[in-house]
């Protein structure tokens, strides 16, 4: 009989962590999560300018942009251990202006918007920023270098934010990417798709305009980890609930984008809102929201996640 106790004790054993391995996300919140709720205040989300946190597949390392009083902005990093995060630090690649960090599911490679200059290809215009990438030898980032000028454009003299700006760059598959910017010509920020083949981006397509309304903005685009839905920002559709407000397309069953809708009450506000991702395993939606601050204009960043199963995604398409 103790033979037998101890037997049943190491199966449920064995069990409890097959589940929790398949659980991948089970060490962020150890409570139900079905309201917007700050994001580890006071390490992660802090009284500083925080946004675009994501995760490495196992969930278990971090990056975010925060930005502290004046100091241009950086990229930092936690990783998590066997009960709680690291105090966050920056990461060695962040050496000038960077921001929106986003890395491809083998965690070999991490894009980033930066306004470090394109080596050969100066900006003439008043602001500019690329998408930069690093990759991960031996442990270690190597040093970040842009992509080629297929994705990355520079402003010509006399031209302005937000004129050829990227530093969106999200995938859920290392293959497809999608960013945003705006080209000469076009009359807003819209979203873009490319291609990874062989080392080449192929030359980035407007999405339909289910997605891109010719006269509004459309940016910071992040794509669910089982590609089905593509999150955005935007601001002053006729939907919308005041401030910039998050979206989100669901690709049909042709393989084509629906109509956007507005995630509604349960994220967006009167405020300013925008998409940060998901947790790999989909549990989790990460976003962020302007706090007011009496100093700045727009408000202060903050990180807030809620369990995905909260924003009712396919209800939003009946």
Not at 79 to 95: D, E, L
Not at 182 to 188: F, I
Not at 284 to 304: L, M, S, V, W
Request: hydrophobic share 30%; proline share 6%.
């Amino acid at each position: 009989m103790k033979r037998t106790l101890i037997s049943c004790l190491a199966f449920l054993a064995l069990i409890s962590c097959k589940i929790k391995s398949i659980d991948s996300s089970s060490h962020i919140s150890e409570v139900p999560v079905l309201e917007p709720t700050e994001f580890m205040p006071g390490l992660i989300s802090t009284k500083n300018a925080e946004f675009d946190l994501i995760f490495t597949k196992d969930n278990k390392t971090l990056f975010f942009t925060r930005r502290i009083g004046e100091e241009k902005q950086k990229i930092y990093t936690s990783h998590y251990t066997s009960t709680s995060w690291s105090k966050p630090v920056i990461a060695s690649f962040s050496t000038d202006r960077d921001e929106y960090p986003n890395v491809t599911p083998d965690g070999n490679t991490l894009y980033f918007g930066s306004e470090r200059p394109i080596p050969g290809r100066p900006n003439k215009g008043n602001f500019d920023t690329n998408i930069w990438k690093t990759e991960r030898i031996n442990g270690s980032w190597n040093t970040p270098v842009p992509l080629d000028s297929i994705i990355n454009n520079v402003q010509a003299a006399g031209e302005e934010w937000p004129l050829h700006n990227e530093n969106h760059f999200n995938t859920a598959d290392g293959k497809t990417f999608y960013l945003c910017t705006m080209l000469r010509g076009e009359q807003g920020i819209d979203l873009y798709s490319t291609t990874l083949e062989n080392e080449v981006f192929s030359k980035p397509e407007k999405l339909p305009p289910t997605i891109n309304l010719e006269d509004k903005w459309e940016y910071a685009p992040k794509i669910s980890p089982d590609g089905q839905f593509l999150f955005f920002q935007s601001y002053a559709r006729e939907d919308g609930m005041g401030g910039d407000d998050i979206y989100v397309s669901k690709k049909g069953t042709n393989g084509q984008w629906t109509e956007a809708r507005n995630l509604g009450p349960v994220i967006n506000t009167s405020g300013n809102e925008t998409p940060f991702g998901m947790t790999s395993d989909g549990k989790y939606f990460f976003f962020g929201k302007a706090i007011a601050d009496p100093d700045i204009e727009d408000g202060t960043g903050r990180i807030f996640f809620i369990e995905t199963q909260a924003l009712s995604l396919n209800t939003l398409f009946e």
